[in-house]
């Protein structure tokens, strides 16, 4: 167990449908991290997150957003689903929003869009 | 999209062979990490690498950064079934905060 919770573990939903993926970070972590995960682009980072503000924006498309709690949890959503957004999402955890001692990731949500 | 050249892309080797795999890249980067992915987990850090020249192991891996900042090595010995996995290439940028790029993995099969 590394620590970041991620749900639900699997989901699978229709095109057009809008989804929520769940993080928690690794306690006394601030920084998360949203990764998407597909067979043909390899680990690609989405949004960063750091103590409630939004810090570094990547490759996320404008149908999806995200957002980190006061309790420091984060949420993905992923609306207007196409079958293009089938993927493993991965949520990783740091302590800071600098530095590079490299992230801890949760297990993944495997969302299937059909 | 991708910056890091991973190769090789898959490897089968026999149980107790040496392996090889890199990352090279055009761009410099001041940190460089290595995970490891076993199917239905997130990738686990094996390895962080931190100043050009620098050599780091864990157990049986070994991992350099390279001296030009665009490149990295890691070497598995003497693998074993359990080093089945893909395993991943990250770096971080100067100018990207602790944003991580990620090369696009080598799938290492260890036969017994």
């Known amino acids: 167990d590394s620590g970041v919770t991620q749900t639900p573990k699997h989901l699978i939903t229709a095109t057009g449908q809008r989804v929520t993926l769940r993080c928690s970070p690794r306690s006394g972590d601030l920084s998360v991290y949203w990764y998407q995960q597909s067979l043909d682009q390899g680990l690609q980072f989405l949004i960063q997150?750091?103590?409630?503000?939004?810090?570094a924006k990547g490759n996320i498309l404008e149908r999806f957003s995200a957002q980190q709690f006061p309790d420091l949890h984060s949420e993905l959503n992923l609306s207007s689903l196409e079958l293009g957004d089938s993927a493993l999402y991965f949520c990783a955890s740091s302590v800071a929003d600098r530095g590079n001692y490299g992230y801890t990731f949760g297990s993944g949500t495997r969302l299937t869009v059909v | 999209g991708q910056q890091l050249n991973q190769s090789p892309q898959s490897m089968f080797i026999q149980e107790g062979e040496d392996v090889s795999m890199n990352c090279t890249s055009s761009?410099?980067?001041?940190?460089w990490l290595w995970y490891k992915q076993e199917p239905g987990e997130g990738p686990v850090l094996l390895i962080a690498?931190?100043?050009?020249?620098e050599l780091t192991s864990n157990g049986r891996l070994t991992a350099q950064f390279g001296i030009t900042r665009k490149d990295s090595f890691l070497n598995i010995s003497a693998s074993i079934p359990s080093d089945v996995g893909i395993y991943f290439c990250a770096g971080q940028q100067e100018t990207s905060g602790s944003r991580l790029t990620f090369g696009e993995g080598t799938q290492l099969t260890v036969n017994p």
């Open positions: 997150y750091y103590n409630g503000e939004e810090r």
């Open positions: 690498l931190y100043k050009a020249g």
């Open positions: 761009s410099i980067f001041n940190t």
